[in-house]
């Protein structure tokens, strides 16, 4: 059955550290990966997505995500981390089959510490 | 251009009440989907439609109808409301092209069902 698993429910960082956020995925066919960003009271955007060709995908807000197909996962990460950039981060894999439907992953709390 | 939109942002009922959310997207995307989000459990998919006219049962749709007579417009009905129908509900649409699985969210309703 396809899944998405995030690991990490909570995460605290410090302002200006790094950040890796993992995702792994459970899918047959090759997986359109997403990672959404949901700042409180707010609605899901995207931070970057994956269809194919290069496994390191750059998206907004300085963030970028490694596909590793071996290891099945797609994990985020960010190089140096603004207090901003506290929220919930979901993990998706596109399902297919023609619907365009997602599977989410449980997602992860970030907390950035000034 | 909006995006999509969700009516209303906040709502109260009592169990056993009915309501309809609406959800109204101005991109003519094909596909729309409705999602709630619960604490830890990421966003599980409801119901979903790939077209005007049509619908189709997501991972929870126990409790929940939905109605999709005009493109733009994604509507949730629930008939009779019961406490663990108390959530956050996101609707959410995609043009659906080959190639591209992008999902453009709304800015959600939150329903508390006592």
């Known amino acids: 059955a396809q899944s998405v698993t995030q690991p990490d429910i909570h995460i605290t960082v410090s302002e200006g550290a790094s950040l890796e956020l993992r995702c792994n995925y459970s899918?047959?066919?090759?997986?359109?990966l997403f990672w959404y960003v949901q700042s409180p009271g707010q609605g899901l955007q995207l931070l970057l997505k994956y269809f194919s060709g290069d496994t390191l995908v750059q998206g907004i807000k300085g963030f970028e995500a490694e596909f590793k197909r071996s290891q099945s996962s797609f994990n985020l990460r960010k190089p140096s981390v603004h207090w901003s950039d506290a929220a919930e981060y979901f993990c998706a894999v596109g399902a297919g089959g023609g619907t365009y439907k997602y599977i989410f992953g449980t997602g992860t709390r970030l907390k950035v510490l000034a | 251009n909006a995006g999509v939109t969700q009516t209303p942002k906040f709502r109260v009922l009592k169990t056993g009440q009915s309501m309809t959310l609406l959800c109204a997207q101005d991109?003519?995307?094909?596909?729309m989907y409705w999602y709630r989000q619960d604490p830890g459990m990421g966003l599980r998919l409801i119901h979903y439609s790939v077209g005007e006219g049509t619908t189709a049962k997501g991972e929870v749709p126990d409790g929940y109808n939905v109605s999709r007579l005009k493109k733009q417009n994604f509507l949730l009905g629930l008939e009779s409301a019961a406490p663990s129908q108390t959530s956050v509900y996101f609707c959410?649409?995609?043009?659906?092209?080959?190639?591209?699985?992008?999902?453009?969210f709304g800015p959600g309703t939150r329903l508390t069902v006592t």
């Open positions: 959410a649409s995609t043009q659906g092209l080959a190639g591209t699985y992008e999902q453009y």
């Open positions: 899918y047959g066919a090759t997986p359109y």
């Open positions: 991109m003519n995307h094909e596909y």
